[in-house]
């Protein structure tokens, strides 16, 4: 019985870890590959989750539409934020965009209260309850399709900015925008291009969130950006596999710590990990010191 | 021939003035013979405007239910000045933002209280709130009426704190011991409640009740206000193999529902906090099947007593309004009674602190009173889930 109980706390907190990683997937893609700083983050997940929720209405429990109108509509508030918060401060201090962003986010998240309504919008049965069974282990259909998607998502990332031409021109930009200009590549719409993906990726974990959670709200991507940012700190903020890796692993901790004391105690656990890592290991899961990918 | 110009115009505008007041004494007096039903009393003379402030949460993880409070309270004000105003007096609310932050609210509160023309104030949506304004009302002697403050600890904090919700000393104990206990007939039981002071304090009182229906309490789990994900919580629920699952929340109810059933697991479910509310079935769906939810209201548009008031709140705010929107309903109507009832004398922040401690109001979901702390007393429903809507299990008055 107890061993029951511990396999499923395991599984709850592999799923929780996935959705934590499927969050940092865009914020490491944003903050670690194209070098910029965002806290516009978890309102790029609402938005995602919005289009979706009125795809759903529109046409039916559709999940490719629903997937595209979520990954088109957060790129369109990409290339917003890009003209807004980031083009005109490319060369100012990193700071000045990062406020912008913050005054971004709540512009967003209100405006969003009065457009959408302050209150939860349901998703109910956009994928049917199904639960399989592995012995002991319990497993429903909707954390198989958020685990698939992150593994599959992380993977294409990484083969992305590692093995294409394109990658590389992203990555060496923010490494050195004049050297990059230097060599031919267009800054300004690679790094606007870099972060449309990374707010893409935000849009589709939002509406996978609304479906898991089976409701949406204005508010819905605030708590969950924290710790997608502490997951692709966890990853060395550079790696989008090792964010992903970051999340997984504070979703497990946060929910086996809360399996021997109380759900009020799941932010304790979580940042209490962080700050312990970092002490010791200050790069996280990365190795070297400072490492650019 | 400027002067003339001039002369010409005031003598015009003075007659429309007059014109205006003539057919202004007309209408009120008329709305006066009609409203014989409502708190309004009309003298034929306006005596002026009281101003009302309102502080409620119109954003934030409670937004929905502060915007409600601004709809309600203006519904009532409207009514009441339509009427002829409260005892010929005006009201004019002045609503601000907390957010449901304790912080805020008391720096709202304190704004209000500076304002020499707001003769008492409404709010605010949560007891901590409420909890962190009380010591600003009662050095400024200005009554804090709250809609929904349930904590029983609130009220007797100041002789100017009082609250319309009813007490989670009268109702949580009622939950223990006469639905789960008798109603649902369940042996042993799962709790798991909200860290709030709300959250707390009701989960005291339900395991007292719980305790003398001789109900097991196999679980007894809390979690943050802003929590998402519940599964680790329903988990350490589901090990205990409690028959039923006790629910001690207001917004996160449909998601924890949503939670338990997608795990796999069918417990019996029951509710305090969110009230019978629209939005609940919407979000839950199927999941909300066979819930039982407990209540002092059950607002409709078919029930010809909410009719009026769920159709006006409908026009504003697009959705069904809950019991939190018709308890702040009831604390204009209940201000206004005050003020009524205080008659001749002058409508001072003391006279209606006085006046509201007797004040008793007769409204669309019962009669509405104090306690000697200045607590709400109210009576409360059972209802059930069925068919995707909901029924009433057991009308006021079983215990």
Request: charge should be negative.
């Amino acid at each position: 019985m107890l061993s029951q109980y511990i396999i499923s706390q395991v599984v709850n907190g592999l799923c929780q870890g996935f959705i934590y990683a499927l969050i940092a997937l865009g914020f490491a893609v944003i903050v670690g590959i194209v070098g910029l700083a965002t806290f516009t983050h978890g309102e790029i997940i609402m938005i995602g989750a919005y289009a979706s929720y009125y795809i759903f209405l529109a046409c039916g429990h559709n999940l490719i539409l629903g997937l595209l109108a979520s990954f088109s509509a957060s790129w369109i508030v990409g290339i917003i934020i890009y003209k807004l918060c980031y083009e005109r401060f490319l060369e100012a201090p990193e700071h000045i965009s990062l406020i912008c962003t913050i005054g971004f986010s709540m512009l967003l998240k209100n405006l969003a209260q009065i457009v959408f309504g302050a209150e939860k919008k349901p998703m109910l049965n956009v994928i049917e309850n199904q639960i399989y069974k592995f012995g002991p282990v319990e497993i429903s259909k909707v954390q198989f399709v958020i685990m698939g998607t992150v593994i599959v998502l992380s993977t294409t990332m990484m083969i992305i900015f590692n093995k294409t031409k394109w990658g590389i021109a992203l990555r060496s930009v923010s490494q050195n925008r004049e050297a990059a200009a230097l060599v031919g590549i267009n800054v300004k719409q690679t790094s606007m291009i870099g972060n449309c993906i990374g707010c893409a990726m935000a849009g589709v974990a939002g509406m996978l969130i609304g479906i898991y959670y089976q409701s949406i709200s204005p508010t819905m991507g605030a708590t969950l950006s924290m710790k997608a940012f502490s997951a692709a700190t966890l990853g060395g903020l550079t790696s989008v596999p090792l964010s992903s890796l970051g999340g997984v692993v504070l979703g497990l901790i946060e929910n086996l710590g809360i399996s021997i004391s109380t759900a009020s105690f799941r932010d304790v656990f979580s940042f209490g990990f962080l700050i312990i890592m970092l002490i010791f290991k200050p790069t996280g899961f990365v190795k070297r010191k400072g490492a650019r990918p | 021939m400027k002067k003339n110009f001039v002369k010409k115009v005031t003598a015009v505008l003075l007659a429309g003035t007059m014109v205006a007041s003539l057919v202004a004494c007309g209408s009120t007096s008329e709305s006066g013979n009609s409203a014989t039903e409502t708190t309004a009393v009309v003298d034929g003379t306006s005596k002026g405007t009281i101003k009302l402030g309102l502080v409620a949460p119109l954003t934030g993880v409670h937004a929905e239910y502060g915007q409600g409070f601004q709809a309600a309270t203006k519904i009532a004000a409207d009514e009441i000045n339509a009427a002829g105003g409260a005892n010929g007096y005006q009201l004019e609310i002045e609503v601000k933002d907390s957010a449901a932050d304790p912080k805020t609210s008391a720096d709202i509160v304190t704004q209000f209280c500076e304002d020499k023309d707001i003769k008492a104030i409404i709010g605010d949506f949560t007891s901590s709130a409420c909890m962190a304004d009380a010591p600003i009302v009662d050095q400024y002697q200005t009554v804090l009426l709250s809609p929904t403050a349930s904590n029983p600890d609130y009220a007797p904090m100041s002789e100017y704190c009082f609250s319309v919700m009813y007490n989670q000393s009268n109702m949580a104990p009622w939950v223990g011991k006469s639905v789960i206990g008798k109603y649902m007939g369940v042996k042993s039981v799962a709790v798991m409640y909200l860290n709030t002071d709300w959250g707390i304090s009701t989960n005291e009182y339900l395991l007292k009740g719980l305790e003398e229906a001789g109900v097991e309490v196999l679980a007894d789990e809390t979690y943050e206000e802003n929590e998402t994900d519940f599964s680790s919580v329903i988990a350490k629920l589901k090990a205990s193999n409690a028959e039923a699952v006790c629910i001690l929340d207001q917004g996160n109810v449909p998601t924890i529902i949503n939670q338990i059933k997608s795990s796999g697991w069918n417990p019996l479910l029951v509710t305090q906090g969110p009230g019978a509310s629209q939005q609940l079935l919407n979000l839950c769906g199927e999941n909300a099947e066979d819930l039982i939810i407990t209540d002092s209201s059950y607002i409709t548009e078919d029930n010809p007593a909410t009719k009026d008031f769920y159709q006006k709140f409908y026009a504003i705010n697009q959705c069904a309004p809950t019991d939190h929107s018709l308890c702040a309903y009831n604390t204009v109507q209940m201000l206004a009674k005050a003020i009524v009832s205080i008659g001749d004398g002058e409508v001072t922040r003391e006279s209606i602190k006085d006046a509201l401690k007797t004040t008793s109001y007769d409204g669309m979901a019962g009669t509405v009173q104090f306690d000697e702390n200045g607590g709400g007393v109210r009576q409360f429903l059972i209802l059930g889930v069925e068919d995707g809507k909901y029924v009433v299990k057991e009308d006021y008055g079983f215990e």
